[in-house]
Nanobody
Framework: QVQLVESGGGSVQAGGSLTLSCAASGSIFRFNTRGWYRQAPGKQRELVATITSAEITNYGDSVKGRFTISRDNAKNTVYLQMNSLKPEDTAVYYC?????????WGQGTQVTVSS
C-alpha cells in the first residue's frame, strides 16, 4: 500500500506564494509520475501539474508561468511552488502518484487566496 501525506496549505493574500509538499511512503515503483490536482467548490478536479521520474513536467494552462513542480526521489517527495497566487487558485489541492495500473491520492490540503 502507498500513503501520501500533504503539507504546506494555508491562507495567503493575492500575489503571495505558498509551497506544498507531498511525501510518499510504502511500496513505490521507481518509475512513476507524481502530480498535483485541485478541486474548487462546485467544480471538477483539474490538473495543476505533473512530473515524471525523468523530470518531464506538464502544467495546467491556468498555472503556467506561476507554479513550479519538482521532486526529490531520495525523499519520495514532490513539491509545488506557487507564486503570484490569485483568488481563483483557491481549492483543495490533492497529491497523486501513479505507475502502470496503480493510482494513489493524498487526503488534500486547502489553499485559500484572498483578494
Amino acid at each position: 500500500q502507498v500513503q501520501l501525506v500533504e503539507s504546506g496549505g494555508g491562507s495567503v493574500q493575492a500575489g503571495g506564494s505558498l509551497t506544498l509538499s507531498c511525501a510518499a511512503s510504502g511500496s513505490i515503483f521507481r518509475f512513476n509520475t507524481r502530480g498535483w490536482y485541485r478541486q474548487a467548490p462546485g467544480k471538477q478536479r483539474e490538473l495543476v501539474a505533473t512530473i515524471t521520474s525523468a523530470e518531464i513536467t506538464n502544467y495546467g494552462d491556468s498555472v503556467k508561468g506561476r507554479f513550479t513542480i519538482s521532486r526529490d526521489n531520495a525523499k519520495n517527495t514532490v513539491y509545488l511552488q506557487m507564486n503570484s497566487l490569485k483568488p481563483e487558485d483557491t481549492a483543495v489541492y490533492y497529491c497523486n502518484i501513479r505507475w502502470g495500473g496503480s493510482n494513489y491520492w493524498g487526503q488534500g490540503t486547502q489553499v485559500t487566496v484572498s483578494s
